[in-house]
């Protein structure tokens, strides 16, 4: 195994770590965080879908209009979810003619992570109106990452070729954790305009919560004779972030038709940031001045900023309800953010697509399935698919909906822990195998 070329703190090239911007890398989460999804199960099952396919009350703080489909009941929702993260990075390998083969994979990391939200919901009606309101509290960002990496001594083979052997004398780790937590409280109100047409619109509040969370890097010796080690200084940094609110507005327009026109508005967040120890600069040697720039642009903006910016969301989405004697439902819907707007950085904007559906298999058993595609704001990093499915079941009052999704994605990026006189390339290959899995537990308590 090759390490790359460094002769100080550049070796961290944390550039890696401001990228994140809700993006659903984990490698990328360390400073702004991974999107947390507070919907249910079953708009999970459904591509994730934020304006339709989902329980009302879930919907508070993405689409309050839909507060308004509540019945007079009161509507109580749980979710539960896990994500499990395999991640692979490799480097080219030579032949002895001096030919790339493939890559070669020096680490691999498995990482597993859950946590819950919780939504409250309940409906009236005045007059010629069904209003609705909700209440629900889940995670906002994830800030967690944890990164470990085997180091062997190295050797000179016969040839000359630098390689690597036992035993194992170290490690390189990178690890950060924490998360940003919301409480949205909202309102949805709907219309009968006539016999074929209702409008509904709602407005929610979001509290995002004061957040602590650390972020680490360590270089851990167990034989002090290998030439294999990092020699970049270890740090352990404490991030806080203020309390902030935002706000979200949506609308409905229904035809008797069984369609259901969509859309919603998100405004943009703006966290004060401080740290203790700010890192002002590090060293790039040994990287190519275009390299240079991309990675010191990202690292000065990133970790040493003092606030934490995310851009405003724009939604919009139909789905189509046939009237036919087996329930289906068909989504598609279209996000954009634009993150050229925070100011100080070279992100891009991002579009984002999701498909989804239900049928009801012999009358009674739900078969979901959806399809997610969303672009980086980071403009190295390629867009990412992701497939979902589910299905749920009722249990007397209670009832429960499941979802899992599978994505894959593949990048380039420089070695987290550079080594003096490695002869590597400057990009490593990175590889992300992730599997995601939610419980809805859902029940009507009262009329």
């Not at 809700?22 to 079953?42: A, C, D, I, K, P």
């Not at 991640?87 to 001096?98: I, T, V, Y």
């Not at 890097?217 to 200084?233: F, K, M, P, R």
């Not at 992100?347 to 999701?354: E, L, Q």
Request: charged share 20%; hydrophobic share 35%.
């Amino acid at each position: 195994m090759q390490y790359k070329k460094s002769n100080s703190f550049k070796g961290l090239l944390i550039g890696s770590l401001l990228f994140s911007a809700m993006f659903s890398q984990s490698f990328f989460n360390t400073v702004m965080g991974e999107e947390y999804f507070s919907g249910s199960s079953r708009s999970a099952a459904m591509g994730y879908s934020r304006l339709s396919g989902d329980n009302p009350a879930t919907l508070t703080g993405s689409h309050p209009a839909a507060l308004s489909r509540l019945n007079e009941a009161y509507s109580l929702h749980f979710s539960l979810s896990g994500k499990s993260l395999l991640e692979q990075r490799s480097m080219p390998l030579k032949d002895m003619f001096g030919d790339f083969l493939e890559d070669g994979v020096y680490v691999v990391n498995r990482d597993k992570v859950g946590y819950g939200n919780l939504a409250i919901g309940k409906g009236f009606t005045v007059s010629d109106f069904s209003l609705g309101v909700g209440l629900q509290y889940s995670p906002m960002s994830v800030f967690h990452y944890q990164y470990k990496e085997e180091v062997r001594d190295r050797t000179s083979l016969d040839d000359g070729i630098i390689g690597s052997k036992d035993p194992l004398i170290g490690y390189h780790t990178l690890n950060s954790s924490g998360k940003t937590d919301v409480l949205s409280l909202g309102a949805g109100a709907d219309y009968q305009v006539n016999s074929k047409l209702a409008v509904r619109l709602g407005l929610s509040v979001n509290m995002v919560s004061e957040a602590e969370f650390s972020l680490s890097q360590s270089v851990q010796v167990i034989q002090d004779a290998g030439t294999n080690l990092s020699e970049v200084e270890p740090f352990d940094l404490i991030f806080n972030t203020s309390s902030e609110t935002f706000t979200t507005l949506s609308g409905d327009v229904v035809f008797s038709n069984g369609i259901t026109l969509s859309t919603a508005y998100e405004s943009a967040i703006e966290l004060n940031k401080t740290v203790a120890d700010s890192i002002i600069g590090f060293e790039p040697s040994g990287l190519s001045p275009e390299l240079t720039t991309y990675l010191t642009s990202y690292y000065l903006n990133g970790i040493n900023s003092s606030v934490l910016s995310l851009p405003s969301r724009f939604s919009a989405g139909i789905s189509y309800t046939p009237r036919a004697v087996v329930p289906m439902e068909f989504i598609v819907e279209f996000e954009f953010r634009p993150y050229s707007d925070i100011t100080g950085n070279i992100y891009k904007d991002t579009r984002t697509w999701r498909v989804g559906f239900e049928y009801l298999a012999g009358g009674k058993t739900p078969v979901r399935a959806g399809y997610l595609f969303t672009e980086s704001p980071i403009p190295s990093i390629p867009p990412e698919t992701a497939f979902t499915m589910g299905t749920g079941r009722q249990l007397g009052k209670l009832n429960i909906d499941l979802s899992g999704r599978y994505s894959l994605n593949s990048y380039t990026y420089p070695d987290l822990f550079t080594v003096d006189g490695d002869v590597r390339p400057d990009l490593d290959t990175v590889q992300e195998t992730r599997f995601d899995v939610m419980a809805t537990f859902s029940m009507a308590i009262g009329r």
